[in-house]
């Protein structure tokens, strides 16, 4: 039996209490093994109620890049907290919001200069999309609605940005009639795929409004890398048909690939970017979209109609800016893009030996992302309860098996991670 199973025993009261009231993400309640039940996290530990510890290879869906329970993130959280918890966002401002706006400006590249705050990636994603229609509506353009998106692609699970997922991932197929209607097309990987996009546009311009990319690393979709090339060329190909091009670094943003943002290692500028996940460090929600003057000044009028009318109710949380400050001082002070060039390092030496292994289809690395591609999992639920026996926290999904971990991972707790998973593949999985 797995560890998850065998250990139902020692379970805490609250789970037996809970478990038959709560809907877990992405789960089949009917079969799925119970969940682990956590007491605390510490740096790239996981604690179980049951006191066993779980070396941490996910850094919780790719939020804890400075590992758990920072104290410079929990200090600032909890002064604020002291001080004010929330206020609404809509006729008043607060320190946190406009000191954290002015300092993503100010590291974003180009004039990415406008920040409209959010509570969760998807929302971010939605609202980079309703900015880029009414983009062409306050232009007086009719019928831009429409975006290119790419195959392989993951934006969020709700209904708009559902649309510009991958047709499998976002269920195209089964919520047909519900969601609406993109292009999604071969990202421009090689000339034929450039062409195939170019003729797209040629045909299609005038019913679009942008195209959308998770650049460098296609993440929920298959931790899929394409070369830096690829954004040049959406660059040119928006250019020229006159689009608007978003960037969604809600996986790829703070340090994941190497540098701060993805684009940098492109040299190309978005003309908006969507960030969540790591920005408050893997403590509280938040997430911006983030417009350059361009898109801005679109908006920009006497007319009232012309405002982008978007407004979540916790946007802008004081909490979680207090915590994304915070986080981007650590940021400043620790040497975070060097721990991630260490950690690319390590992954490239300990999963090395996964490589002609039975089954294994593809080895790789990207910044501190870690995979190694199965030809498929013959049982995904007994490969990750496998993997908590050996006393790590690592979630394959699809035929993937991926390390994202904390930047302040220990050499140790990434070589037991490495270990682990060239044992387990070696097996068999
Ligand atoms: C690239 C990308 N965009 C959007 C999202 C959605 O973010 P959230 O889960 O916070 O809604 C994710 C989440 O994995 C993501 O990886």
């Known amino acids: 039996m797995s560890g998850e199973t065998s250990k139902m025993t020692d379970a805490p009261g609250w789970l037996a209490a809970g478990l038959p009231h709560v809907w877990l993400p992405y789960t089949q309640m009917k079969i799925a093994a119970t969940p682990l039940s956590v007491a605390r996290t ?57 000191t954290l706006a002015g300092r993503l400006a100010a590291l974003l590249p180009g004039d990415l200069e406008r920040v409209f705050f959010s509570d969760s990636g998807s929302v971010a994603v939605e609202i980079a999309m309703k900015m880029a229609a009414q983009y062409w509506i306050n232009r007086g353009v009719r019928g831009r609605t429409k975006f290119v998106a790419f195959k392989g692609a993951y934006h969020g699970d709700t209904t708009g940005a559902m649309g510009v997922c991958d047709p499998d991932e976002g269920m195209h197929a089964l ?112 997430a911006a979209t983030i417009a350059t003057r361009k898109v801005f000044e679109a908006f920009w009028s006497d007319d009232p109609r012309k405002a982008l009318m978007h407004g979540p109710t916790y946007m802008a949380n004081p909490l979680a800016c207090a915590a994304a400050n915070a986080s981007l001082d650590v940021f400043e002070q620790e040497p975070r893009l060097r721990q991630v060039q260490e950690i690319s390092a390590a992954l490239a030496e300990g999963l090395a030996p996964c490589r002609g292994m039975p089954d294994v289809k593809d080895v790789r690395i990207k910044g501190a992302i870690g995979v190694v591609e199965m030809n498929h999992f013959k049982h995904l639920d007994r490969l990750r309860a496998r993997f908590v026996d050996e006393g790590v926290f690592i979630r394959p999904f699809g035929n993937v098996i991926y390390l994202t971990p904390a930047f302040t991972i220990g050499q140790d707790e990434l070589a037991t991670l490495t270990n682990v998973i060239m044992k387990v593949v070696k097996e068999g999985v």
């Open 175 to 286: 919520f047909a009639g519900l969601l609406p209607k993109h292009f999604i097309i071969d990202l421009p990987e090689n000339d034929e795929k450039a062409a195939a996009l170019e003729r797209l546009l040629e045909r299609h311009a005038d019913e679009l409004a942008g195209i959308i990319v998770e650049p460098l690393v296609q993440g929920a979709g298959g931790m899929k890398f394409h070369e830096a090339v690829v954004l040049r060329r959406l660059r040119t190909l928006a250019d020229k048909y006159g689009l608007l091009l978003i960037f969604d670094e809600i996986f790829t943003g703070f340090g994941r690939t190497g540098t701060m943002f993805a684009c940098e290692a492109a040299g190309v500028t978005p003309d908006i970017i969507t960030l969540s996940k790591a920005l408050t460090g893997g403590t509280l929600p938040l």
């Open 42 to 98: 510490e740096g790239s530990r996981i604690v179980l109620a049951d006191g066993r510890v779980l070396i941490d290879g996910i850094a919780s869906w790719w939020t804890a890049c400075h590992g758990y329970n920072h104290p410079h993130i929990r200090q600032a959280v909890e002064r604020q907290l002291a001080q004010m918890p929330h206020v609404m966002f809509g006729g008043l401002v607060h320190e946190q919001a406009l």
